[in-house]
Every structure is written in C-alpha cells, then in structure tokens.
C-alpha cells in the first residue's frame, strides 16, 4: 500500500465548507484522510509505489510480471488509463495492461478478471492495482461537502499467482450489477450523455454549431464537473447488496460467516461496515476498518485494508479472508481467498 504524507483531518476542511469534525465522525467514522502532492503525485504514481512494495515481497522484478490490472476512477488521462503509464514507469515488457472504471468496486472486478487468467494458465505473475486522487477532483465548497469530505487518496496493489494447493488462494467471486440507479453517485461530465438518459439537465452546452458538448464553459461555471451523489439512497442500497454478495460468497464455498478470520469490506462509510458487521453476526475482531484514518479510497481501499491487515498479523497463512465492495453504478461484488 501507499498513501501520501499529507493528513488532512476534518478540522482543516472546516476552514473550506460548513462543516464539522462531529458531523463527519458521527455520518462516516473519518477522522482524517489524506491527499497527495497536488503536482508530485498522480494516481499512476501512488499506484507504482504500491507496486514496489507488492513486487518486492513476491521476490519478483517489473520483468517478470505479464499482465497488468488497473482500477481507478480518477485516472491521470481520459485516456489513455494508467495501466499504460505504470508498464511505462515500471519499465515493464510490452504486456498487455486493462483499466478497470468499475469505482468502489474496481478492485473485487480487477482482481476477478486476474483470477480467470491465472485459472486458465494465461499469465503466471498479474499485478493487479488500485488507486485514486480524488483530492484533485472533489467540490471544496460547502456545495460539494455531501461527497468531498468522505474521499481520500491512496493505492494498494497485489501480485496474483497460480498456486498447486488446493482450496488456497482465491476461491471464488462473485460481480453484480444494476444499472437503473446508475446517475445516483456519478460523474457526468466531461462525456458524451448530451442529457440524454434521464430528462435531466445534467450538462449545460456553449452555443456551438458543432462540437463542444463534451466539455463545455457552461459546465465549469455552473459547476457540472464534480461527483454527484444522493447519499442516502447509496446507503440504503449498500446495506441490502453487501451482506448479500457476502452470502453468496460463503454460500458458494459452504462456508459460515463465523469461519471467517477476517472480512474486510470496501471502506465506503463506518456505518456501513457496522450494519453489515451486525447482519452477518461478525465479531469485531472478523471485520476489518480502517476508513477513520484515510477515508474512502474507492478502488484502493481494499488492497489498503487487506496490506495493513497483513502487516498486522491480522492475515495469517491457511486463514480465509473475504473481500465485499458496493459503489457507483451500482455495481458490487465479493471475492472469498484462503491467504
Ligand atoms: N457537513 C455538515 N452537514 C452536511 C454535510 C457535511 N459534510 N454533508 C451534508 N450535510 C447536511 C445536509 O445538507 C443535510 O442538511 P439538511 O438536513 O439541512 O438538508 C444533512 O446534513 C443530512 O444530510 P443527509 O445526506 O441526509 O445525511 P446522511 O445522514 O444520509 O449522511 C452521508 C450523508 C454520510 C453521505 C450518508 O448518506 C452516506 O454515507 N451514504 C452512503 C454514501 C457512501 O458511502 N458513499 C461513498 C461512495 S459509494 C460507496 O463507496 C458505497
């Protein structure tokens, strides 16, 4: 894992929004998150130090790795992704690499597509990132404080590989999604929508022959190009979905929630993680949180939870682990591994 040196609690966003430490802490569980280096630091660059650390503790070299998974939804470019630009920075071989806009749960999807290349024997050593800077794209005024004050910055990555040992590694996952709510917690614009799937004016255009819809003044000055979301209903959905695809998960392997060591869900919002910690009757020392201290991370969070955990001893040989993410789109998943 990697997060930037910069803590920013919520003391200090108070000096940019109406809004208060009691507030965030009581919503959210956030103490603190942190934001990289405005121009040091790019979302490809926080997931190649992840990446570092994930290599060296494999015992392999950028050379030998041969496919690359990226997931983020604050890229450095449109296009093209940061798959590219890491294999670049790595100095990797000319491998193949895949960005995943999945979001919250980029990670269980990046870390899905992986598994079936390794299943099928395509790739033997796939680095599977996920990173974001949402500190460069987040509304710091009091309009924007719904979403601004639960993002943070961050990266984790991890090496998959083949293993010979039965019932070990990554035993299963499992991918939804529901589109129907897909404009609750979104970024509309820039894109090429022109208004067209809800009615809506979620974009204002220049007057312009041609062209200039994709990115117009008009967007900027009525501040169009910033997260969106309807956080109570992210809630509702993200308590029915997560204990669901745990289930599933567990169902799958026929496995109890009591034989989990460790759950470690996507860092959306303390509450969150607390519901679903109750439904599934866990033991506080089954789930793991850390989102008081970075935020939410999006496609980082989970790879972030899951290093610390490690680090901590909190992950252990022989011992299951199921990973669980809901977020934007909605699009939610689940993955159970023996680590
Ligand atoms: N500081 C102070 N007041 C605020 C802030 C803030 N940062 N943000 C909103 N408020 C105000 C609102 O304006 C509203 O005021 P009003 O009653 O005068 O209109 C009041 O607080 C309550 O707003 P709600 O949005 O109803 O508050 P809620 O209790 O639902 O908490 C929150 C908001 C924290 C966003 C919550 O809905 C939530 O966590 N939802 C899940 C969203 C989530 O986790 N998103 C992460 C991305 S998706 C994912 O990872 C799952």
């Not at 000096?15 to 208060?20: N, P, R």
């Not at 749960?105 to 050593?125: E, H």
């Not at 974001?132 to 943070?152: A, M, P």
């Not at 984790?156 to 589109?179: F, I, K, M, W, Y």
């Amino acid at each position: 894992m990697y997060v930037p040196k910069n803590i920013v609690t919520n003391h200090h966003l108070m000096k940019y929004m109406d809004t208060s430490d009691e507030w965030i802490q009581e919503r959210t569980g956030i103490k603190e998150r942190r934001y990289a280096d405005r121009t040091g630091e790019t979302t490809t660059t926080m997931g190649v130090e992840a990446a570092k650390i994930a290599l060296e503790r494999a015992g392999i070299t950028p050379g030998d790795i041969d496919f690359i998974v990226f997931a983020t939804l604050s890229p450095d470019y449109y296009f093209p992704g940061c798959g590219v630009l890491l294999q670049r920075a790595m100095k990797m071989k000319e491998i193949g690499a895949l960005d995943v806009r999945n979001q919250c749960s980029g990670f269980i999807y990046a870390l899905s597509v992986a598994d079936q290349f390794i299943r099928t024997g395509t790739y033997k050593n796939i680095l599977v990132v996920g990173s974001e800077k949402h500190s460069f794209g987040l509304d710091f005024s009091t309009r924007g404080r719904n979403v601004s004050v639960i993002f943070g910055d961050g990266a984790g990555a991890v090496v998959l590989q083949p293993t010979e040992e039965d019932n070990r590694g990554l035993l299963s996952t499992h991918l939804h999604s529901d589109g129907e709510s897909a404009e609750i917690l979104a970024m509309f614009n820039p894109g090429t929508h022109a208004n067209h799937w809800t009615g809506e004016q979620l974009a204002d255009f220049d007057d312009a022959e041609m062209g200039e819809m994709f990115f117009s003044h008009a967007m900027i000055d009525k501040a169009q190009v910033f997260p969106n979301m309807d956080g109570p209903a992210v809630f509702k959905k993200a308590v029915e979905k997560f204990p669901e695809v745990i289930m599933e998960a567990l169902n799958h392997n026929g496995l109890q929630a009591s034989d989990l060591k460790l759950l470690i869900p996507h860092q959306a919002n303390l509450r969150i993680a607390q519901f679903v910690q109750q439904k599934l009757k866990l033991k506080d020392d089954q789930v793991y949180n850390n989102i008081q201290k970075y935020g939410n991370t999006t496609a980082a969070s989970i790879p972030i939870a899951l290093c610390e955990a490690w680090e901590a001893g909190r992950v252990k040989d022989g011992e299951l682990v199921c990973l669980a993410a809901f977020g934007s789109g909605f699009t939610w998943g689940s993955a159970v591994l023996r680590w």
